[in-house]
């Protein structure tokens, strides 16, 4: 199938390759087919680009990079909607927000992007019963884990 998008332009994806949202992106609602389009070269992020709309894409990012004990409980009801048994199973993002200011990129990691691959099932879900943020700043992350950095050599050292 062809696509025409703002981003890359036109674009041939396998009909084989669109993910269905059984649940919407928030504030998208409207929208419920996607493919996913690597990031830059040499990057960690990965495009989630509307099928319905050549316009509307979200940039994914891994939340384990930066909270690698990112977890994400689901119950019954939600792994047979994305037909799967354990959230193993499932590929789990992040939507990443980019601004200029290179401080205030950030990531909601309280409502992750979950795909099925195998089915080309996704839903964006929320943890309501999770501490994570809904504006996590990946500057203050990097920061953060610098200073553990610099803590564990001074261990190291002494």
Known sequence: ?????????ELEV???????FTQPIIGFQEYRRFVLLPGPADSAVTWLQSTESGELAFLLMNPRDVAPDYRVPLGQHELAELAVNTADELSIFT???VSDDVAKIRTNLKAPVLINSKQRLGKQTVLERSDYPIQFFLAQAREAAAAREEVSHARTDA
């Open 1 to 9: 199938m062809q696509l025409r998008t703002t981003r890359f332009g």
């Open 14 to 20: 396998a009909e084989t390759s669109v993910i269905t």
């Open 95 to 97: 939507i990443l927000v």
